[in-house]
């Protein structure tokens, strides 16, 4: 669950004035409590609670690399001290910063390399930002891969995250997983297949149905 703690404890919040909510959710929440037996116990447990954003592709993205391999606490204390290092945390003033200054606000060499890529795509436009509501959501994560250090995983929690896509199901989750296995099969380890049988009746809201199991194995998620 690790992994996915360091993008759903700083996004999956209870509601604040600068965050948003799928408008879609209610209608969502509908059809899983009346398709899926699981999520008819769970959805009612967490109340008023929803997946939220706060709608800024880059810091969302930055965060993810910051946050990659480290702990939540470790991550937010590194990200605290890499935004404070201007002004204006955009591509353009990233790509200002000296690599001294932010070798010391705890990044590796690694990262600063996967934040300036980061940096140089969104400046450079070859990320299609205008275009990605449009977009299918292949072809979002056919662009967030190109970017050094962005996976499959990290652009599928962009997806549901940032761009709120409802049908996203991302299987390389380790928590996914866990939660099917403990909430659809006594414990027992799950395949992937076996995930992608269970999320047959998700569809088309596997995003939502995603959320609920990982609040089902961490039910109170902290504000970033």
């Known amino acids: 669950m690790a992994a996915t703690k360091k993008i759903a404890s700083a996004d999956a919040v209870q509601a604040s004035p600068d965050l948003a909510t799928p408008a879609y959710w209610a209608e969502a929440c509908k059809h899983l409590v009346k398709k899926d037996r699981v999520m008819k116990r769970l959805i009612p447990q967490f109340g008023d609670a929803a997946l939220q954003t706060r709608r800024d592709a880059f810091t ?27 002004r204006t945390l955009s591509p353009a003033h990233v790509l200002k910063l000296k690599v001294d200054d932010m070798r010391a606000a705890g990044l590796s060499a690694r990262k600063i390399d996967y934040l ?14 205008k275009d990605w509501e449009s977009m299918d959501d292949e072809a979002i994560i056919a662009e967030l891969v190109d970017i050094r250090g962005i996976g499959r995983w990290t652009a599928e929690m962009f997806l549901i995250f940032y761009l709120q896509r409802p049908n996203v199901l991302p299987l390389d989750d380790p928590g996914l997983i866990t939660g099917i296995s403990q909430n659809y099969f006594s414990g027992e380890q799950v395949s992937r297949s076996d995930a992608r049988e269970v ?19 961490d039910p109170a998620p902290t504000a970033d």
Do not use: M
């Open 60 to 86: 969302t993205l930055a965060r993810s690399i910051v946050g990659q391999q480290s702990s939540v606490k470790a991550a937010q204390a590194v990200w605290e001290r890499f935004a404070a290092l201007s």
């Open 116 to 129: 300036v890529d980061l940096a140089l795509h969104f400046d450079n436009g070859k990320l299609h930002v």
């Open 199 to 217: 999320a047959e009746a998700w569809k088309p809201w596997c995003s939502v149905a995603t959320w609920y199991i990982w609040r089902s194995l």
